[in-house]
């Protein structure tokens, strides 16, 4: 176990897992210089081959993220002003990054911090955990929120919250389909790390074409991706059939045995 401290950035390593933690009391809104620790450290776990899982958590029990640090920007930070390398938060804008990111909500979610994680592939919350997108009473637009929202959930419930910023809780957003599980406050990091050690024992060279596929779908044709599968124009989809794991996968079926996958 290797834990790391950057500032409001803390990180601790279990083998091929790597956890990130937000700390900025009291409410864990991003400012711009920690967007930009988050998007050198989540840039560092893309590049790192030894990794193969991030989990996004925060430090305390009332605020996973109140998004945007609006204290910060009346101090000075522009609302356009230098993210870091992956956008707010480090990760809705970060290139290539072909690794699963599970996000662990824990408290009040709302505005940038619910778009951070929507940038993640998969969300688990606490009960208490509660969420909005608030920018409409700011007089603001939730970017990210406006282009991810209706693509995840129906277009009707979308707009409602875009257009009301109204809060909802944990039971309609595992309604809606934006969990994949509500935990007690207790056991969301640890339920965080048993999914986390499950896809860390999976294949990563297919997580990665799963990852790189979805994207390119998002616009494009459905046969024009599937052409580019087919024809191995996407380069995880080519490393993936050109790879050791690939026969592993073969083989270790046709023996009836678990694989081991080695990502090459």
């Known amino acids: 176990m290797t834990d790391k401290s950057n500032g409001p950035i803390h990180t601790r390593r279990e083998g091929t897992i790597l956890e990130v933690t937000l700390d900025r009391p009291k409410a864990n809104a991003i400012d711009l210089a920690t967007s930009r620790i988050m998007g050198e ?17 925060a430090e305390g029990e009332k605020f996973f993220s109140a998004g945007w640090d609006l204290k910060a920007a009346a101090d000075g930070d522009a609302v356009d002003g230098d993210y870091g390398v992956g956008g707010f938060g480090g990760l809705q804008e970060l290139p290539h990054l072909n690794k699963p990111v599970i996000c662990a909500v824990n408290g009040i979610c709302c505005g940038g911090g619910l778009e951070v994680a929507l940038s993640c592939d998969l969300i688990l919350a ?16 939730a970017d990210a929120a406006s282009i991810k929202l209706p693509k995840r959930i129906p277009y009707h419930v979308a707009m409602d919250l875009l257009l009301t910023g109204r809060w909802f809780d ?11 599980e509500v935990t007690t406050l207790a056991e969301l990091q640890s339920k965080a790390w048993d999914l986390a050690r499950a896809l860390a024992s999976g294949p990563p060279l297919v997580y990665a074409a799963i990852k790189e596929v979805v994207r390119e779908a998002e616009a494009m044709r459905f046969q024009d991706t599937l052409n580019r599968i087919t024809k191995r124009q996407l380069a995880t989809v080519d490393r993936l059939y050109g790879s050791d794991d690939q026969k592993e996968g073969a083989r270790a079926f046709a023996e009836k045995r678990d694989p081991i996958w080695k990502g090459r």
């Open 41 to 57: 450290v989540f840039r560092d776990f893309r590049d790192d081959d030894t990794l193969r899982v991030a989990i996004l958590r």
């Open 126 to 141: 606490s009960d208490n955990a509660s969420f909005a997108l608030p920018e409409i009473r700011s007089g603001t637009v």
């Open 170 to 180: 944990t039971t309609e957003a595992l309604q809606w389909g934006l969990l994949r």
